[in-house]
């Protein structure tokens, strides 16, 4: 089992950046597929970014071109960058890990961080 744990999350302007970091524990880190969801008031939780333990990324169609996913296997990290920044990405962002992609929503989960864009 992995632990996870978010930071980085506040109030941002429409238009304005923010930087989600999400440290995990343990020495397997980098076999592990990662990815961010976000959870707004009344709406499901939905998947907003991947990256699978070989680097490859997959994003949410509303947020392509916008957020960016990374890695540091060294630090057992992993970021999400996001630009940009509309009222409509208010929620809570988890990050989440798995031994792959697909069973992400099974995996492990951290607590989750505040994501306020104001218009």
């Known amino acids: 089992q992995v632990q996870l744990v978010e930071t980085g999350g506040g109030l941002v302007q429409a238009g304005g950046s923010l930087r989600l970091s999400c440290a995990a524990s343990?020495?397997?880190?980098?076999?592990?597929?990662m990815g961010w969801y976000r959870q707004a008031p009344g709406k499901e939780r939905e998947l907003v970014a991947t990256?699978?333990?070989?680097?490859?990324?997959y994003y949410a169609d509303s947020v392509k071109g916008r957020f960016t996913i990374s890695r540091d296997n060294a630090k057992n990290t992993v970021n999400l960058q996001m630009n940009s920044l509309k009222p409509e990405d208010t929620a809570v962002y988890y990050c989440?890990?798995?031994?792959?992609?697909?069973?992400?929503?099974?995996?492990?989960w951290g607590q989750g961080t505040q994501v306020t864009v104001s218009s």
């Open positions: 989440a890990a798995a031994r792959a992609v697909a069973t992400l929503r099974q995996g492990s």
């Open positions: 990256i699978r333990s070989g680097g490859s990324t």
């Open positions: 343990g020495r397997t880190f980098s076999n592990y597929a």
